[in-house]
């Protein structure tokens, strides 16, 4: 089981906003940034957001992070049909001293 | 263009060994952290182990501590993934990335190379 708690699924029509969390504690979430992860089936995961709320370049806007205390999210805004994929949240554990990755949120485009 | 290949992955019994191998292309190798991560058939992905830029700094997760072990050849813009005393539950998909620091922040993934364990 992740240290890491994600929804096991999310859905939401085109145009809805959605959000997934993640709900960690404070070695992970509460004193390090949060990265999100999207995978489409059959490929590599691709860096969505980076140091909680940051998107690299070509990530459209729509995509958003944030923290509070020991969870984060991450909101879809406009949903798309190609936004249909698995989701992961990750943070660096102090006390582990190593990565965590959430379990996955599969969102669904309806 | 960032490139990643691994290789290496294979079928192995339980207990065998495997060399993982990734050779990384269109970016100075040197200045980076990497890491490994692994993805079981069907399940979700899991932090392996990274090294620091000089490999004066490697973390593994838990379960694989004493029995994999991480490298690189800077020279060689190579990373490696040496894999013993292999179980069943270590059968999956495995990444390597490129990594900003020691933590999560991996922009660039290879394609991954397949490890079975089996009888």
């Known amino acids: 089981q992740s240290v890491l708690t994600q929804p096991p699924s999310a859905s939401g029509t085109p145009g809805q906003r959605v959000t997934i969390s993640c709900s960690g504690s404070?070695?992970?979430?509460?004193?390090?940034?949060v990265y999100w992860y999207q995978q489409l089936p059959g490929t590599a995961p691709k860096l969505l957001i980076y140091t909680t709320n940051q998107r690299p370049s070509g990530v459209p806007d729509r995509f958003s992070g944030s923290k509070s205390g020991t969870s984060a999210s991450l909101a879809i805004s406009g949903l798309r049909s190609e936004d249909e994929a698995e989701y992961y949240c990750a943070a660096w554990d102090d006390r582990l001293y190593g990565v965590l990755f959430g379990g996955g949120t599969r969102l669904t485009v309806l | 263009e960032v490139q990643l290949v691994e290789s290496g992955g294979g079928l192995v019994q339980p207990g065998g060994s495997l060399r993982l191998s990734c050779v990384a292309s269109g970016f100075t190798f040197s200045n980076y952290w990497m890491t490994w991560v692994r993805q079981a058939p069907g399940k979700g992905l899991e932090w392996v182990a990274n090294m620091k830029q000089d490999g004066s700094e490697k973390y593994y997760v838990d379960s694989v501590k004493g029995r994999f072990t991480i490298s690189r050849d800077n020279t060689e813009n190579s990373l490696y993934l040496q894999l013993n005393s292999l179980r069943p539950e270590d059968t999956a998909l495995y990444y390597c990335?490129?990594?900003?620091?020691?933590?999560?922040?991996?922009?660039?993934w290879g394609q991954g190379t397949l490890v079975a364990v089996s009888s």
């Open positions: 990335a490129r990594a900003d620091d020691y933590g999560p922040s991996f922009a660039y």
């Open positions: 404070r070695p992970n979430i509460g004193s390090n940034h």
